[in-house]
């Protein structure tokens, strides 16, 4: 997504769409050397590990779960049943 503010709608949409109790699974990669090398020329807009939980919550999500590694940050949320 081209902006915090798009991946933020995208947030809210996902939390919409899913059943009661469902869960929302994703992962980005790191902003590093390697990764801005691979979107050079394209849009790169990685999701934040620090701030990623607020905006889950923001979107209406529940049970966050963010796990930064060193190349990703995979995560977890669910809407409320």
Known sequence: ???????????AEACRVL????????S???A???FRLIYLGD???PVGPETLPSRLEAA???DVRV????????FT????A
């Open 19 to 26: 059943r009661p109790g469902g869960v929302f699974v994703g």
């Open 1 to 11: 997504m081209p902006t915090p503010e798009l991946q933020d709608r995208l947030f």
């Open 77 to 80: 949320a669910r809407r409320p």
């Open 60 to 62: 209406g999500l529940t």
């Open 32 to 34: 590093d050397l390697p």
């Open 43 to 45: 849009t790169l807009v």
């Open 67 to 74: 796990t930064p590694t060193s190349r990703r940050v995979h």
């Open 28 to 30: 980005d990669g790191r």
